[in-house]
């Protein structure tokens, strides 16, 4: 079956760090890849996605690149700002594979706090 | 655009109380849907997804149940809720392989 297997948190950086969030994948055909974030007390947004091998997803200076050949979809961004603080969600769908109704599956979360 | 839109936003119920939590979507037509739950500290757990009205997939055997009667309307329910419902239960849809979730509902059971 898929899965998904984030680095362990919590992750804690200074403002205008570099970011690094590891995402390592296992899935049955080619899947999309999915980075959410989750900000306290709120539902998730979709942060950036990948559809095929060597697609780069970027939004708000976070960028991931869809590396078929590691199975990575590792999550960056060059300066971090107070406001990144939230929990980030690395997620596949197999919705090319016809049957799978478009579920998501999810990694365990990791959690980021970014101090002045 | 579309919307998603979750009701309540916050429930305290106690043990074995009853649960109906609402979800609608505006914006689209026949989109899947899906229910998760996410306990404290932890990821989420897909609940139940529809793709259609009547037509529910459960993930996981629990004290809860779903239910599609509108094309844009998703229920979670429950007839005597346990403590180990409680937690943050997140409603989405998805037309294509992307999913967009709503603000969530924080249900604590007492």
């Known amino acids: 079956g898929n899965s998904v297997t984030q680095m362990e948190g919590p992750v804690t950086l200074s403002e205008e760090a570099f970011l690094t969030i590891n995402c390592t994948y296992t899935?049955?055909?080619?899947?999309?890849l999915f980075w959410y974030v989750q900000y306290p007390g709120e539902g998730l947004q979709l942060l950036l996605k990948a559809t095929k091998a060597d697609d780069k997803g970027s939004n708000k200076g976070f960028e991931a690149t869809y590396r078929k050949e590691t199975t990575s979809f590792h999550l960056e961004k060059g300066s971090v700002q107070v406001s990144d603080s939230a929990v980030y969600f690395c997620?596949?769908?197999?919705?090319?594979?016809?049957?799978?109704?478009?579920?998501?599956?999810f990694g365990q979360g990791t959690i980021l706090t970014v101090h002045p | 655009s579309q919307t998603i839109h979750q009701w309540p936003a916050t429930l305290v119920q106690p043990v074995g109380s009853p649960l109906s939590l609402e979800c609608t979507v505006e914006?689209?037509?026949?989109?899947?849907l899906y229910w998760y739950r996410q306990a404290a500290g932890r990821g989420l757990q897909l609940l139940f997804y529809s793709v259609g009205i009547g037509q529910i997939s459960s993930e996981v055997p629990q004290n809860l149940s779903a239910s599609r009667p509108q094309d844009r309307q998703f229920i979670l329910s429950s007839k005597k809720l346990l403590l180990s419902d409680s937690g943050f239960y997140l409603c989405?849809?998805?037309?294509?392989?992307?999913?967009?979730f709503g603000p969530g509902t924080r249900l604590t059971v007492t």
């Open positions: 997620a596949l769908s197999d919705s090319a594979g016809g049957t799978s109704y478009g579920k998501l599956t």
């Open positions: 899935a049955t055909g080619y899947p999309s």
């Open positions: 914006g689209t037509s026949n989109p899947n």
């Open positions: 989405a849809w998805s037309s294509t392989s992307e999913q967009y």
